[in-house]
């Protein structure tokens, strides 16, 4: 059984699809283009739905991956945050209504992954022996969920 979903330029598609397209992207992003994880969801999820992010706003996210490394909140869950507050001003969502809606989505964030720390996400944590772009699998399930998240609100 194929499970649809209408995507945001009302394609249909199958989920199965989504996921390949996220998957490709991410490791695009990541191996091609050595991009943090933040702005990487920035971009995919910008291209999933359509919606031109400033070079600006991708530039203030450059740091955005543990906290510049600190390991503290998730570059994943930043770039998820920063996109809501793009996707939701342009669906013309009051400021009150947005920051409800980013609660809600880092509350629904614990419940499915855990954490919203990158210290306590990152497969396996920190070490200096640790392969380059080691949350790229978790980068693909962040990047659907707040995919799905999106396509919850109405």
């Known amino acids: 059984m194929k499970t649809e979903v209408t ?10 699809s989504i996921h390949e397209i996220v998957r490709s992207q991410v490791h695009h992003h990541y191996w091609d283009l050595n991009i943090n994880c933040a702005r990487t ?14 070079p600006q706003t991708l530039q203030s996210a450059i740091g955005l991956h543990g906290a510049g490394g600190y390991r503290a909140q998730c570059g ?14 342009a669906h013309s969502k009051t400021e009150e209504e947005i920051i409800s809606l980013c609660y809600r989505y880092a509350d629904e964030f614990i419940a499915h992954f855990g954490s919203l720390r990158c210290s306590e996400l990152r497969p396996g944590g920190f070490t200096e022996t640790d392969p ?3 949350c790229e699998d978790l980068t693909c399930r962040a990047i659907a969920f707040t995919y799905t998240y999106i396509n919850t609100i109405k």
């Not at 995507?7 to 199965?16: K, L």
């Not at 869950?77 to 507050?85: K, Q």
Request: glycine share 8%; net charge negative; proline share 5%.
């Open 7 to 16: 995507t945001p330029n009302n394609h249909t598609t199958d989920y199965h």
């Open 41 to 54: 969801t920035l971009l995919v999820l910008s291209d999933l739905y359509n919606i031109k992010v400033h």
């Open 76 to 89: 994943l869950v930043e770039g998820g945050l920063m996109f809501l507050g793009i996707y939701l001003t």
């Open 132 to 134: 380059p772009h080691l």
